[in-house]
């Protein structure tokens, strides 16, 4: 099976450094660059290494390295594609916890520099992959259609569902995580009132950032 690496390019100066010293302890047959356009000639010279190696590579542009939401879509749009995909974490210093944020989240294996080792972070799902059901989707929809929500008892309207229902989707119940323990929605007392809105993970999972396999939903 082939594997790709993928890493973000950004101002740190060693990230060609970094990505050939990861690929000397996790091979890989293509390196695909998360960058900016501005960064566009560090991205060349890089690729220029890696050829040297006989390694294929390419640069994908996002808006911003900085941007959860950009990493998120792209690293899924590599992973859609490709067979096994790693995520070197440490090419860029800044952007270091999103991308890990990203293979964490997207269940894919992340490696980074911890003192001299490169080492591979454990590959962790989060909990709404088996836990998220479609009552649960519909109401991370209706919140992201319509904006945040004032109560429960509105919120719990505009998706036909009663308060009791409503509130366990929000706050779960013991042993089953509610959208909150996802960490897919935030909530505010507001005098005897709910206020519920998404998350920025809640925003991504909607808009299709964030992966939610068919098979693995429970109705």
């Known amino acids: ?3 790709v690496m993928v890493a973000v390019v950004g101002p740190d100066e060693d990230a060609g450094d970094v990505i050939l010293r990861s690929l000397r302890e996790f091979p890989a047959a293509k390196v695909v660059l998360l ?3 501005g960064f566009l000639p560090r991205c060349s010279r890089i690729k220029e290494q890696l050829r040297g190696l006989g390694v294929e590579s390419e640069h994908m542009l996002v808006g911003s390295v900085r941007s959860l939401e ?5 690293i899924k749009a ?7 995909v790693i995520i070197n974490v440490d090419a860029d210093y800044m952007s270091s916890c999103l991308a890990l944020s990203s293979a ?3 269940g894919v294996q992340a490696i980074g520099i911890m ?23 519909k ?8 904006g945040p929500y004032d109560s429960l008892e509105s919120l719990g309207k505009d998706v036909g569902m009663n308060l009791p229902l409503i509130a366990y989707h929000i706050g779960g119940a013991p042993g089953k995580p509610g959208l909150v323990e996802l960490g897919l929605v935030e909530t505010a007392k507001k005098g005897r009132r709910l ?6 993970l809640g925003e991504l999972l909607v808009k299709g950032a964030v992966e939610v396999p068919d098979s693995k939903r429970k109705a």
């Open 1 to 3: 099976m082939r594997r």
């Open 78 to 84: 590599v992973k859609e594609r490709e067979d096994s």
């Open 35 to 37: 960058t900016e356009r």
């Open 139 to 146: 109401v991370l929809r209706q919140i992201f259609n319509k």
């Open 115 to 137: 003192g001299d080792a490169m080492i591979a972070y454990p590959i962790m799902k989060f909990s709404y992959y088996s836990a998220l059901s479609e009552k649960k989707l």
């Open 195 to 200: 206020k519920v809105e998404l998350s920025k």
């Open 70 to 74: 950009e990493l998120f879509a792209a």
């Open 104 to 106: 964490f989240v997207n």
